[in-house]
């Protein structure tokens, strides 16, 4: 009975202790506590949240950009006193519709030039011949044609070839040739010297058959202008307008023709370009 009296007395003491703990720290923090709070004071230079709000509103008023002062222009336009369009389907910005009659005519022009197209190009005009006989060995043409205009552009006469020389011929004449004197003096139209041909090389006695013999091969003397005005190779290979144009045509005749030879090449071609689709190992022989 004694032993339990004492050990409740021992709880109660150390309770006690406890609080009196307690108390004695709590006092400690209270007596130690800042005499005001934690928040910052307020700015000095910024008294009221009205100062802050019209330096705000001051700055962005300079910060916008000054408006244009008004053209005299469209000063004296405003003062004509136009009346305003009324923008509807019926005042429409767009391109009126292309008339029945021009569209028929467009297209009926495109079938009659198909019509007499050959080679399989609407570009290439003319006709078919069919096989060319030779009277020499070595003469004559398969599938031949007779062209008269390649990419818009005339033969002086109606030339005999094969459709390989037709098709390098408006290749050459469609990059090169139309445009090599200005844009606004167009070449329209060639002047052949010869064709197909049933010929020698150069026509000397004994010499081998030329390209023109097989027709391959087309030689051209001078092109006609637009304006009328007749540029030979002769004269125009080095007179200072002409030079830079037909030097241009000869060089980008290269490449569509296997072979071009032209007044640097020897004394039978100071007139004309020769141009034929011979292959060679080593490449086109330009001279």
């Known amino acids: 009975m004694r032993r339990g009296w004492t050990a409740g007395l021992r709880a109660l003491s150390i309770a006690g202790g406890l609080t009196a703990l307690i108390a004695a720290s709590a006092g400690a923090t209270a007596a130690n506590a800042p005499e005001s709070s934690l928040r910052p004071n307020a700015r000095p230079d910024l008294v009221s949240g009205a100062t802050v709000t019209a330096a705000a509103l001051s700055v962005t008023a300079e910060l916008r950009p000054q408006s244009r002062p008004q053209s005299e222009q469209a000063i004296a336009l405003a003062a004509l006193s136009l009346p305003l369009v009324p923008a509807g389907p019926d005042a429409s910005l767009r391109p009126h519709l292309r008339p029945g009659d021009l569209v028929e005519k ?20 003319g006709s078919k011949v069919g096989t060319v006989p030779g009277r020499l060995n070595g003469c004559g043409a398969k599938n031949a044609v007779r062209v008269r205009s390649v990419a818009g552009v005339t033969l002086s006469q109606q030339s005999v070839m094969t459709c390989d020389t037709a098709h390098a011929l408006k290749k ?116």
């Open 106 to 125: 467009i297209l009926f022009g495109k079938r009659k030039r198909r019509k007499t197209s050959v080679c399989g190009d609407i570009d290439i005009q």
């Open 172 to 287: 050459w004449v469609e990059r090169d040739v139309i445009k090599a004197f200005g844009r606004r003096d167009k070449v329209v139209s060639l002047r052949v010297a010869a064709h197909y041909s049933c010929r020698t090389r150069n026509n000397r006695p004994g010499a081998k058959i030329s390209e023109h013999g097989r027709g391959k091969a087309i030689d051209v003397s001078g092109f006609v202008l637009e304006s009328g005005k007749v540029i030979t190779v002769l004269k125009g290979w080095t007179a200072r307008a002409t030079r830079k144009g037909l030097r241009k045509m000869w060089k980008g005749a290269c490449g569509p023709f296997g072979t071009v030879l032209g007044p640097l090449s020897d004394r039978y071609h100071l007139d004309h370009f020769h141009l034929d689709v011979a292959r060679h190992r080593g490449g086109p022989y330009c001279r």
